[in-house]
């Protein structure tokens, strides 16, 4: 019988030494890996190692939650300025909303009872902020864009509890046994 279970999405693409620092085609990537499938996601980001990457995304994801509000203040008369502020503040909170969302899911997997160190936690909180570009886009339609913000931050939720399932409560994989000899012969 045929294999009918779907295929794991890809694991997000690595930036190569030497590469810089923000590549906005691995960033849309990485976007498209956490919305379409969170899960998978995290499992293949269980080897990733320091938060520059993770943090890097958070900012671009406010960043374009940043500008979609600049865009919103105009459109709707709230003033350039106004939008403007919100803009700076998105960029900030992108770099320091993972540290802060990250010290609250760590807090509450060690309750629940993990031993996972902090720093998966701020990446779950990094990749979280995916959300943001799809309440932004939401927030440009009057009135009932409220409405899409909303289900897409109850989904941001969902991929911070998958996340936190994966990184924080899954054991690791065991490592691979060393390569066994044969007895010498005799």
């Not at 902020?129 to 799809?134: D, G, L, T």
């Amino acid at each position: 019988m045929a294999d009918t279970s779907p295929t794991p999405p890809p694991p997000p693409p690595q930036p190569k030494p030497g590469s810089p620092i923000v590549d906005p085609a691995a960033l849309l990537a990485t976007f498209f890996s956490v919305i379409r499938g969170p899960g998978e996601f995290f499992k293949s980001a269980k080897e990733e190692k320091g938060l520059q990457r993770c943090v890097t995304f958070s900012v671009a994801s406010w960043l374009v939650f940043g500008v979609l509000m600049l865009l919103e203040r105009i459109l709707y008369g709230h003033g350039f300025g106004a939008g403007v502020r919100e803009l700076v503040q998105n960029v900030i909170f992108g770099f320091l909303g993972p540290f802060i969302d990250g010290l609250i899911i760590w807090i509450v997997c060690l309750i629940l009872g993990s031993k996972a160190p902090y720093e998966p936690s701020v990446r779950i909180a990094s990749y979280a902020s995916a959300v943001m570009p799809i309440v932004g886009v939401f927030m440009l339609v009057k009135w009932i864009g409220w409405l899409g913000a909303v289900a897409a931050c109850v989904y941001g939720l969902y991929i911070v509890v998958l996340g936190a399932r994966t990184l924080n409560f899954e054991p690791p994989p065991p490592p691979s046994p060393p390569p066994t000899q044969a007895p010498p012969e005799a």
